[in-house]
């Protein structure tokens, strides 16, 4: 009785290997697309979040309160921020009534920013912000 050994061809590896690359290079680009979203999306609720934490600052104390980092944020406006990934700061410009927030990212060129100096609506983007 022979004993009949089996196993795989080279063309065989070879086609699984080449499947797989194809799917990765479908999959990787995808994965990359949403984490950026997921970071703006990230940067927009604490934009939001910031505002209303002014909005009640100024409604206690009669004034904004300028941050110049997420730290400072959090001590100043007790919110729990994380500036790992954005840095968030809120800026005085012209007296009281003009107020800005702004979230920039740490390693994009993004901006989302406040148009007005009562945090209504949403924030804008800047052009660097897919």
């Known amino acids: 009785m022979k004993n009949k050994e089996s196993a795989f061809t080279l063309i065989e590896l070879v ?24 970071f703006q999306k990230e ?9 209303a934490a002014e909005r009640i600052y100024r409604l206690e104390y009669g004034d904004y309160v300028s941050c110049a980092n997420a730290t400072d944020c959090n001590n100043m406006l007790k919110l729990m921020l994380n500036g790992a990934t954005w840095s968030y700061a809120v800026t005085t410009a012209g007296g009281n009534t003009t107020k ?22 949403s924030p804008t983007a800047s052009a660097g912000c897919n």
């Open 43 to 51: 940067a927009v609720s604490n934009l939001a979040l910031i505002a």
């Open 100 to 121: 800005t927030a702004n979230a920039t990212a740490t390693k994009d060129p993004c901006t989302y920013s406040f148009p007005n100096s009562s945090f209504d609506g």
């Open 15 to 38: 086609m699984v290997v080449v499947v797989i690359v194809i799917l990765a290079a479908i999959g990787i680009p995808n994965y990359v697309k949403s984490k950026n979203k997921s």
